[in-house]
């Protein structure tokens, strides 16, 4: 079975419909988050510190809390709202009713998800240009990681989602996954100055660096041409792997 | 033939949800699925409409196999769902909006559309508030308009009148009389026997996932019973010897009280009379389906003779 991209937009249609409404609540708070993380440390842990990776703390911070912006916009749309509405509201039960099948309504949320990371993501961009802290050009070449980086986390969200039993478990993702992602992805400080040997690895191999990785090199970091092409690689394949994983998975949950 | 069921299964393990089902649906019927919590008539439904894949045997809807046809028989059905699956913060308009799109249905003729169905189904007057503001009868009323979005030759009911007051139902039924007389085919499943009663041209009767009984109201009354139905209070310990008198007589018993079935209630009577002189009569009655429910899938009575 393929997917049917009218039917997937209708199921994007859906959550957009509903969000419109109340996006003030839903969306808003989530837009300042990293705003704040950036006035807190990169101006208040920042007049401590001269530079850092060869420029101002300030600057150094900017381009991976993009990332991070674009993490948090796709991880709650297909967590705990993906979770309530294949087990609580049965929206997916009353869409596959109609021609929409298994692999639309997955099409759809992950779309869905990717709006939600680029809006957060894209944002904060336009803040970032605002403040000087990324001149526009550079501005315009991280726009499409956003997206890129929300494909990643909406593709590990939903994998996961689909396949736990009670909504519990999303704070064991949220602490014990996306928290320690956060502060050990090149974001806060550069990895490769402070690891060394199997802990390099480890990090290597954690989600998130890849996309703050390429989000350095959009904003003019000198970044290895071979290095990126890994980063992009891994976000393909890991999202791709894991998209097949939930297309099987959501199909067993939705045909029973 | 709008729907086939030929030796239908659908197992869960080792548990058999559906088994053996075989049923057919002419165009135009009103056909109803019967039986207690947990016989098998939701399940029966999503193998129809394809959400569920059969373990065994074979669905045709429209003459089209349905797990070969899935989107295009699904373009042409509706249905509504046990559990009303709407969006609250959205109003009733919004939500068949959102709807509409899941067909594909152009913004023009959709608009046309819910114009069509908020006068349908009385919704007008709270056609612009929040879904979760509405009662319960509207919310129902909603849901159904959201299955008739795509003007379906089958709609599929799941206990559309369940946890209803007496008014909503009246009212929904007499709106799939009014489908009916446009040439909908309507498959339904409940566990109200009137329900059933003023709705179904033809019924099974399904428990434990298999088929009990089938054929109309009238034909399954006449034939798991008798037309007449008599109630009456035994003495207690009376019951079987006064059965066991009576003889071959289809009874069902619950405590004092014990139904029995014949063509002559009256002449029932007065054997009945006979046997236990201290019987009292409780009511001469017409046989509904809700005995003959109870005699093919009533646990808690006892079935005599």
């Not at chain 1, 990785?213 to 003019?220: D, E, H, N, Q």
């Not at chain 2, 959201?146 to 007051?165: A, R, Y």
């Not at chain 2, 010897?241 to 619950?254: I, T």
Request: glycine share 8%; charged share 20%.
């Amino acid at each position: 079975m393929t997917v049917s991209p009218r039917h997937a937009l209708a199921v994007w249609w859906r959550n957009f419909a509903m969000y419109r409404r109340s996006w003030t609540l839903n969306i808003l708070p989530n837009f300042f988050e990293p705003v704040l993380y950036l006035v807190s440390m990169g101006i208040g842990v920042g007049a401590y510190i001269t530079e850092m990776g060869g420029t101002s703390y300030l600057a150094f911070l900017a381009p991976g809390l993009v990332a991070v912006a674009a993490m948090n916009g796709a991880s709650f749309e297909v967590t705990y709202n993906a979770f309530v509405r294949l087990n609580f509201e049965k929206t997916y039960e009353s869409m596959l009713t109609t021609p929409i099948q298994p692999e639309d309504v997955l099409a759809g949320e992950i779309l869905w998800a990717l709006t939600r990371a680029t809006i957060y993501g894209g944002a904060f961009l336009i803040v970032l240009t605002a403040w000087g802290l990324v001149t526009p050009l550079h501005a315009l070449l991280a726009f499409p990681l956003v997206p890129l980086a929300g494909l990643l986390f909406a593709s590990i969200g939903i994998a996961f989602s689909l396949r736990i039993p009670t909504i519990e478990l999303f704070s064991f993702y949220f602490t014990l996954f996306l928290t320690p992602l956060f502060l050990f992805s090149d974001v806060f400080f550069p990895l490769k100055e402070r690891l060394s040997g199997v802990a390099l690895v480890v990090a290597e191999a954690l989600p998130l660096l890849h996309p703050v990785r390429l989000m350095r090199a959009a904003f003019g970091a000198d970044v290895a041409p071979a290095l990126l092409l890994f980063d992009a690689a891994y976000i393909f394949a890991l999202s791709a792997l894991l998209l097949w994983v939930a297309a099987r998975v959501i199909r067993a949950r939705l045909r029973g | 033939m709008i729907v086939r069921c030929e030796r239908v299964s659908k197992r869960y393990g080792e548990k058999f949800a559906v088994d053996g089902l075989d049923l057919e649906v002419d165009k135009g019927q009103c056909f109803g699925l019967l039986g207690p919590n947990g016989a098998g008539k939701t399940t029966a439904l999503k193998l129809i409409y394809g959400v569920t894949p059969p373990s065994a045997g074979r669905i045709l809807v429209f003459d089209q196999d349905i797990t070969t046809h899935t989107r295009e028989i699904r373009a042409r059905l509706g249905v509504t769902l046990q559990e009303n699956a709407l969006i609250e913060v959205l109003s009733p308009v919004e939500n068949l909006r959102v709807f509409g799109r899941y067909h594909l249905i152009p913004p023009a003729a959709l608009e046309q559309r819910i114009a069509e169905l908020l006068d349908f189904l009385d919704l007008r007057s709270h056609a612009r508030l929040p879904v979760k503001a509405l009662s319960g009868g509207f919310q129902r009323r909603l849901a159904i308009a959201m299955s008739l979005m795509n003007g379906p030759e089958l709609l599929v009911l799941d206990e559309p009148t369940t946890g209803l007051d007496p008014a909503v139902r009246l009212a929904l039924w007499h709106r799939v009389r009014e489908l009916r007389r446009a040439g909908t085919t309507v498959l339904l499943t409940t566990h109200y026997m009137d329900e059933a009663e003023r709705l179904c041209d033809e019924l099974v009767v399904m428990d434990q996932g298999k088929v009990v009984a089938r054929g109309s109201p009238p034909e399954l009354i006449r034939d798991v019973l008798a037309p007449e139905a008599l109630e009456v209070e035994l003495p207690a310990g009376r019951h079987a010897d006064v059965l066991a008198r009576l003889g071959g007589v289809r009874a069902l018993r619950s405590g004092a009280h014990l139904m029995l079935y014949a063509k002559d209630a009256a002449a029932l009577l007065e054997a009945v009379r006979r046997a236990e002189p201290e019987a009292q009569l409780v009511a001469v009655r017409p046989t509904n389906l809700e005995d003959v429910f109870l005699a093919l899938t009533g646990t808690k009575l006892e079935g005599g003779a």
